[in-house]
């Protein structure tokens, strides 16, 4: 079932013949998890400068410049090796960092798009990653590019709707599959919606209860009605 | 079939697949005893569910389910292992001197970039001390002259208490910095890396004429010959890599340009990771090695040439004959 709809997402297609979706993140949220992880860093680095500089001297210099040259380039690199797949900042934001076919990074990959960071800094204030972020659909800056990575929102499932106690209603006519992921759907998120607007949607699918188009709560349990029959329920 | 009686048919299959999954992310004695059969068999068997679901157009939550369900299988089932004391080992008896090997055309290139400059203006310098202000400004100047100043305690610094640890931490901080901006610039059509080498050449070259004009030739030299043979090497071998990424850039030959980014960046991060451990060396060399004092000359030049023998030969001989470099492809 493949349908054109306006959507970022990616699909990658494994060896068992399924396809793995992956929806690349945006500039925005990567802004914040990026912000966040700023912060962390330098965080550490003021305790750590506060501690060791006065207490060990020119051992505790050498400790604290090793330590800002290990969060400058291997910072991100150490935590995206992790089964997260991400840095804090991203975690936070449920995002992760995956290969291209949704494969956990590899070492190699996560070395390359954080060195070519440099170049996604270019000219001033990352101004070649904004540039290639913005333009792509995928929204890879330059270093994702090179490593064959994206990042990407970690799944979340459709919660499970609960069964709604409505008496279920045979469809008036056949339904084509699409149509009836629709009507489930729209049983699965008819609790988050107000009566009003559960009416004037009930209205589109009428027919399928063999009611007339009309926003009324009789209708709406009708329709409510055909989607649990659909789901398998039965009188 | 109805999606109710759908997920009463598998949802054991499901939960015991999750439960699969869930023991393989936690300790290693949990993942020893793992039944591996039964893991790939219920892999698969939920990507039939999967694909029986999305055809007959089950309700989002369980396509979503089986999606999560296939995704972290598939994660698990596919990943690839490229750590561990094999893979080191592998990587600095093979890979990286022949992968320096394989792009020898960058690395002549990129040395002639840092070797021809640092010559001419040397010499220009040492003939002409004044242009050394066209480098730098006239207070550092005087430092760099000060810090390789026959009365200074160690030499190539300003204070002698910095001590050795604390410049071993800045060596660290601002030459693998140097040396992978040269890399990572190179995503530039390679103008980065050119322009890095180049300018790190002019710089290079024209203290090294300053100060030999001032007759301080003895105490500088005698202090960077022995870093400099895995600095310089260094250097010279990520301004190649960043060649290396600009050219398939350029010129992608009978890929498209993103594939052609792709593989070269995975091939020249192999002499990424063997340049970042050369520079380790050269670091630990240069804070504690080449700063002494009390060493006699004659035991410096020699150790210096043991030095550059060495890294020529482990470049250029290290791994010959080994029938299959592989190179890390993910």
């Known amino acids: 079932m493949t349908r054109k709809v306006l959507d970022a997402a990616i699909t990658s297609e494994t060896p068992e013949g399924i396809m793995i979706e992956l929806r690349p993140a945006g500039i925005t949220v990567r802004c914040y998890a990026y912000m966040l992880d700023l912060f962390i860093r330098f965080m550490i680095g003021g305790v750590a400068s506060a501690v060791l500089l006065p207490t060990m001297k020119g051992v505790g210099t050498g400790i604290v410049l090793v330590l800002f040259f290990g969060m400058e380039w291997f910072y991100p690199v150490a935590f995206e090796l992790t089964r997260w797949g991400a840095t804090p900042g991203k975690r936070t934001f449920g995002l992760k ?118 926003p009324d709560p009789i209708v709406t349990r009708k329709v409510l009605g055909v989607a649990q029959w659909l789901l398998g329920r039965r009188g | 079939m109805t999606p109710l009686q759908f997920e009463q048919l598998h949802e054991a299959e499901w939960l015991e697949l999750e439960e699969l999954l869930n023991r393989l992310r936690g300790s290693r004695s949990k993942r020893a005893s793992l039944p591996g059969n039964r893991l790939s068999q219920l892999y698969r068997r939920a990507c039939e569910q999967l694909a029986m679901a999305h055809e007959r157009a089950y309700p989002a939550y369980q396509i979503d389910r089986l999606q999560q369900l296939t995704a972290n299988a598939h994660q698990v089932i596919y990943q690839q292992h490229e750590l561990g004391v094999q893979r080191l080992i592998q990587l600095f008896t093979v890979d990286f001197p022949c992968a320096v090997r394989a792009h020898s055309t960058y690395v002549w290139v990129a040395t002639l970039v840092l070797v021809l400059p640092t010559l001419i203006m040397g010499l220009l310098v040492y003939f002409k001390p004044e242009l050394i202000l066209s480098v730098v400004s006239a207070d ?37 910095g140097i040396s992978f901006q040269c890399f990572a610039s190179g995503l530039f059509a390679g103008v980065g890396s050119l322009f890095f080498l180049a300018f790190n050449g002019v710089f290079g070259g024209a203290i090294a004429g300053y100060l030999t004009h001032l007759g301080l030739s003895r105490t500088f030299y005698s202090f960077i010959v022995t870093h400099s043979a895995f600095e310089l090497t260094a250097i010279i071998l990520s301004g190649a890599a960043g060649l290396h990424i600009g050219h398939a850039l350029l010129s992608p030959k009978n890929q498209s340009r993103t594939q052609a980014l792709v593989q070269a960046s995975r091939e020249s991060i192999v002499i990424v990771y063997g340049v970042i451990a050369m520079l380790i060396i050269a670091a630990a060399i240069e804070a504690f090695w080449s700063s002494a004092r009390w060493m006699p000359l004659s035991m410096k030049y020699s150790v210096a040439g043991v030095c550059w023998a060495a890294v020529i030969a482990y470049l250029t001989l290290q791994g010959r004959g080994h029938s299959h470099a592989r190179s890390y492809e993910s």
């Open chain 2, 140 to 176: 550092q100047a005087a430092n760099f002259s000060h810090m390789y100043s026959d009365s200074a305690e160690t030499i190539g610094r300003v204070r002698a208490a910095d001590g050795d640890w604390a410049m071993f931490g800045f060596y660290i901080k601002n030459n693998i």
């Open chain 1, 97 to 214: 960092t995956v290969m291209d076919n949704g494969l956990p990074i590899t070492p190699a990959a996560s070395l390359i798009r954080n060195l070519l960071r440099t170049a996604d800094f270019m000219p001033a204030m990352f101004g070649f990653g904004i540039v290639s972020m913005l333009i792509r659909r995928d929204f890879k800056r330059l270093g994702d590019i090179a490593a064959a990575t994206l990042v990407v929102y970690e799944q979340k499932i459709a919660t499970k709707p609960r069964p709604l106690d409505i008496e279920p209603v045979a469809p008036a006519f056949l339904l084509k599959p699409e149509d009836q992921a629709a009507l489930m759907a729209f049983a699965a998120r008819v609790v988050k919606l107000t009566a009003e607007r559960q009416d004037e949607l009930a209205a589109i699918a009428a027919p399928v209860a063999g009611c007339i188009s009309s």
